[in-house]
């Protein structure tokens, strides 16, 4: 890399700042003056910020490519108590900086290959041959994409590699209660946190980045509509029992426990139902560090929409 700007979570009001971020929206529109500015978000792997360039109209709005790196030159600004960047200059990283755009990307903390072999040991770990070998076939089936799928578009572990992330924590926090709690079968519970999530990939669109859109499936069908057809598809062509492919679609189908969140069914069995949870847990435990992670401690967060919209506190600790 051989530009370094400032990063995102350092920006000052006031100052005049020369950065290098990743241009993820953009749209044209009319100020109040009846003139044309573009209004941009950017980001790194610290954050997002927006941003405007004034006076600046469809010429060089069709020239601006999203999921590109740009230098900016800009005075930070703030608007209802957010910050955001008016832009002097702005103008395409060379290619060299490009090559390195991964760098840029908010990304899980542990290496993705890492990850997955972990998580193909969890899958080892489960006994029941028809278990298993459904589950191996679901997540080899998705392999490719794992190593960078974020977990969602915008909410929780929407980061690259976000997806590998939840599951594993997922996974190991089911170790823990099964500790406590003896009459756990972890052959379910490992099967459940391994594939509730896989048909994300399919739900979403996304590059090697972990930028991510909704494809036409995932608008009208839905990952757990989507997952229930790949355990039928995939357990079919294994010839697994008929009793495994239904708890298994169960506890895809009620994962989300209710059916204004998607779900048709709630849990009907003790691994279903602690699936459930535990998928919660992750994604609160995710959604709170990163939404107070920029804020100082003593200070609240800005509404956190996942979270009913509520200003997260940071303890003096």
Known sequence: MRFIGVSISDLKQGEIINGIYILRKKELKEASNKKPYIDMVFSDKTGEVQAKLWDA?????????????????????SFKEVIQLNINKIRIADPEDQKEIYKFVPSAPIPAEEMLSEIYGYANRISNTDIRKLVLKLI???????????AAKSLHHSIRSGLLYHILRMLR???KLKEIYTE???DLLYAGVLIHDLAKIGELESNE???SEYSKEGQLLGHI???????????NELGISSEVILLLKHMIASHHYEPEYGSPKKPMFLEAELLHFIDMIDARVYDYANSLKNVEEGNFSDPVWSLDKRRLYKPVL
Do not use: H, W
């Not at 020239?63 to 930070?76: C, D, G, H, P, R």
């Open 57 to 77: 109209g469809e010429e060089i709005y069709t020239t601006l490519q999203l999921n590109m790196l740009y230098y900016v030159n800009a005075k930070v600004d």
């Open 140 to 150: 080899k089936n998705k392999e490719e994409q794992l190593i960078y799928f974020p």
């Open 173 to 175: 926090l089911s170790d």
């Open 184 to 186: 756990i079968n972890l």
């Open 209 to 211: 980045l972990g930028i």
């Open 225 to 235: 509509l989507m997952g229930i057809c790949d355990i039928e598809r995939a357990g």
